[in-house]
């Protein structure tokens, strides 16, 4: 029970923090914040993903490209230009860490106007953080678990954040539904997207990119926000006016 409790906390809180901070405050702006809050939202990011922390300006930069070049050759991560899942993800993975590391520029329109914290951003990108908190992880396993199938969830926990990116690029623009032209093939992969906290709605998303709800129609629903309409109404956030009335 323990290392199930333990398995969906990091899922869901890891992916909340993904598509809440990176994505849509990151790489959208969709709302603003006071400069405590969004680095209370930085470090929490960073412990929640853990070993797969992401760079939140890598991953802002990588996003927006997405964006501008969705599904041609230029894109960092359509499905349409790999064989399988894992080439996809090993590409992706090695252009993020060109930014990651400074070692690559991207071009003007996409660079500027995110969050950066050098010294997490930094030492959250190490191999030794990423090591410390695996070990963290296989103690937790080690106590609590019960049953030696369990430790198969551990590879999940290493490479958490690079999973649920994986999930939502191949399977949002492979499988699902269209709402809307985009001139992309981006999907809807309902109800799989509940599982992703809206993620999956990549084809409303990529007709409306700086909306903060995900969903468009009736029947669909973008778990995030009404917590991000909460957090609005009690003022930790100001969302744009545009997606309130959403």
Not at 37 to 48: A, D, G, V, Y
Not at 66 to 87: C, G, I, M, N, R
Not at 88 to 110: C, G, H, I
Not at 158 to 184: E, L, Q, R, S, T
Request: glycine fraction near 4%; include cysteine; proline fraction near 5%.
């Amino acid at each position: 029970m323990y290392i199930l409790i333990f398995f969906l906390a990091h899922w869901f809180l890891s992916l909340f923090f993904q598509t809440f901070y990176l994505h849509r405050y990151a790489s959208h702006k969709m709302f603003t914040t006071s400069k405590f809050t969004e680095r209370t939202f930085h470090l929490m990011t960073f412990i929640f993903q853990g070993s797969s922390f992401l760079n939140p300006r890598a991953y802002a930069i990588m996003h927006r490209e997405h964006h501008a070049y969705s599904d041609t050759a230029k894109d960092p991560h359509s499905p349409y230009f790999f064989t399988d899942v894992f080439q996809m993800m090993w590409n992706t993975v090695q252009s993020f860490r060109l930014y990651e590391k400074r070692l690559k520029e991207p071009d003007a329109e996409f660079k500027g106007n995110y969050p950066e914290w050098h010294l997490v951003d930094y030492y959250g990108s190490t191999m030794i953080s990423r090591i410390i908190f695996g070990c963290l992880y296989i103690t937790f396993y080690i106590v609590f678990a019960t049953h030696w199938w369990m430790f198969l969830l551990l590879p999940i926990h290493f490479m958490m954040g690079p999973i649920h990116g994986a999930i939502v690029n191949w399977c949002g623009h492979k499988y699902g539904y269209a709402n809307f032209d985009n001139n992309d093939k981006s999907k809807n992969t309902t109800p799989f997207d509940f599982l992703m906290l809206g993620e999956l709605f990549q084809n409303n998303h990529h007709k409306r990119p700086n909306n903060a709800n995900f969903a468009a129609r009736w029947f669909e629903f973008d778990p995030v926000f009404p917590v991000m309409k909460l957090m609005h109404w009690v003022r930790i956030i100001k969302l744009r006016p545009a997606t309130l009335n959403s």
